[in-house]
């Protein structure tokens, strides 16, 4: 099975910022649409961005100005720029290879996702 690798978590301050990378070696990224996500204890996995194989992205607004997305298909990584974060932010990441405007559950090759933690 193929599978996304997320990586770069950890522990910020609150306003602090932090990126995270989505990377494979199974599967060419250039093909799909890629969308990050994050699962809060006791919550529901929930997107909060996602970037078209044209390169186009997408936020909720409880991330726009704040989450940043950028794809390097020649390396096979998608970026998650994240700033001003807060508590509310503390999930574990993913990321995952799908359609941006899919359902979550047409969203594939889930890894096993990296930690954050944002202190208050």
């Known amino acids: 099975d193929v599978q996304l690798q997320a990586s770069g978590g950890g522990l910020v301050q609150t306003g602090g910022s932090l990126g995270l990378s989505c990377a494979t070696s199974g599967v060419t990224f250039g093909d799909y649409a890629i969308g990050w996500f994050r699962q809060a204890p006791g919550k529901e996995r929930e997107g909060v961005s996602c970037v078209s194989r044209d390169g186009i992205t997408y936020a909720p607004q409880s991330v726009k100005g704040r989450f940043t997305i950028s794809r390097d298909d020649a390396n096979n990584i998608v970026y998650l720029q994240m700033k001003n974060l807060a508590p509310e932010d503390t999930a574990v990441y993913y990321c995952?290879?799908?359609?941006?405007?899919?359902?979550?559950?047409?969203?594939?090759?889930w890894g096993q996702g990296t930690q954050v933690t944002v202190s208050s």
């Open positions: 995952a290879r799908g359609e941006c405007h899919g359902p979550l559950s047409d969203f594939d090759s």
